[in-house]
């Protein structure tokens, strides 16, 4: 289908009509009752699709489907600078203001257990804890960190 740009539709090709009119999945620019033409049961791409896909190489992919990617590694902020900017990114800047001190002391527990615990943690795993801080709950020292041990889990 990506390779040709086509794909059949076998149910439609074989009414051996010119052309046959369907309701598409309903999508934001389709109103209800709007049909598509499908000619001889065939769906002719205009423009070539786009497609990202995130790995987080827990399982191996073909190397024909590898040989068919460009693949661009991106590693993960190792500086609470850069850490930081990815929440700066993800949440709004009044927020972020409001949490800069222990948003910080998030990211440097977040290092902290990377560095001395040689644990494998992914950013989202930061982001979570600091979604949790914005539900604006005060947590005792003892719930915090029985909290951050179940959000920090080594993947």
Do not use: H, W
């Amino acid at each position: 289908m990506f390779e040709e740009g086509f794909f059949e539709i076998p149910e439609l090709a074989r009414l051996q009509s010119e052309t046959e009119e369907v309701l598409p999945y309903r999508t934001q620019n389709t109103k209800p009752g709007d049909r598509v033409a499908i000619p001889q049961g065939f769906v002719q791409c205009t423009e070539f699709p786009l497609v990202f896909m995130t790995s987080n190489e827990a399982r191996e992919f073909p190397p024909a489907f590898l040989r068919r990617c460009l693949r661009l590694p991106l590693q993960q902020p190792s500086t609470e600078d850069g850490l930081y900017e990815i929440l700066k990114n993800r949440f709004d800047a009044d927020t972020l203001n409001k949490l800069d001190e222990p948003a910080r002391e998030l990211i440097q527990s977040f290092l902290g257990r990377i560095k001395n615990k040689n644990a494998n943690l992914a950013t989202d795993q930061l982001l979570n804890a600091v979604y949790l801080l914005l539900q604006g709950k005060d947590v005792n020292s003892t719930d915090r960190t029985e909290l951050l041990d179940s959000i920090f889990k080594p993947l």
